[in-house]
């Protein structure tokens, strides 16, 4: 498999590379993409084929999840098996942002993106990139960080296609994007808990939480 590289305005993407983008997805492929928090490969989440083609071009285990990006709480609650307040207050709080929220996935989304535990990791991005793209498509974006699991995650195009070329279908190349990781936090449970502290800090979470 080729990679093929696009160089675009992060900030300004152009209609060509999102069509392109958008077309790769449609046909299954795996597309990196740069984010406010360095790039991530995206893919169709409703396709088995393109979540198995993420998951081997990571190395990754396919008991672990895979998060996906939403256009807003609107989408996110479509994907949401048991849609909490806390989603509601967590989404509009802090999205766009870096906060992934992992909520008990609905029925429509399919087990293997969940690393077969039902459950499922939401985030809305600040990236114009991914907004465009979602927007172009009309649904939601498997979004999982571009590396190879265990090494650190690709902080610009040229390095994604360097590290994984052979691995993924297209990089969209909008230079530098070396922003930190979003914060990860499971709703799913009575007691919330943060499984990873990026961005976004414990304490801060805890705060807006126990206002409600």
């Known amino acids: 498999m080729a990679t093929d590289l696009i160089e675009l305005d992060a900030e300004a993407p152009s209609k060509e590379a999102i069509e392109r983008a958008a077309a790769a997805v449609l046909r299954g492929r795996v597309v990196a993409i740069p984010t406010e928090a360095r790039y991530a490969l995206v893919a169709d989440p409703f396709n088995l084929r393109a979540v198995s083609r993420v998951y081997a071009a990571k190395g990754r285990e396919e008991g672990r999840s895979l998060p996906v990006l939403v256009s807003d709480l609107m989408m996110a609650e ?12 967590l989404a509009r709080h802090y999205w766009p942002g870096p906060l992934t929220i992992i909520v008990p996935a609905a029925a429509k989304i399919p087990l293997k993106v969940t690393g077969n535990s039902g459950r499922l990791g939401l985030r809305q991005s600040r990236s114009k990139v991914a907004a465009a ?80």
């Open 78 to 89: 479509e994907l949401t098996a048991e849609v909490s307040a806390r989603l509601r207050i």
């Open 133 to 212: 793209l979602i927007e172009r498509l009309g649904q939601p974006l498997i979004a999982t960080s571009a590396n190879v699991s265990g090494q650190p995650t690709c902080a610009s195009g040229i390095e994604v296609f360097g590290t994984m070329d052979g691995r993924v279908d297209l990089v969209l190349d909008g230079g530098a994007s070396a922003g930190p990781g979003p914060t990860t936090i499971d709703i799913t449970e009575p007691y919330w808990r943060v499984i990873k502290e990026g961005a976004i800090r414990e304490k801060e979470l805890a705060e807006i939480l126990h206002r409600t």
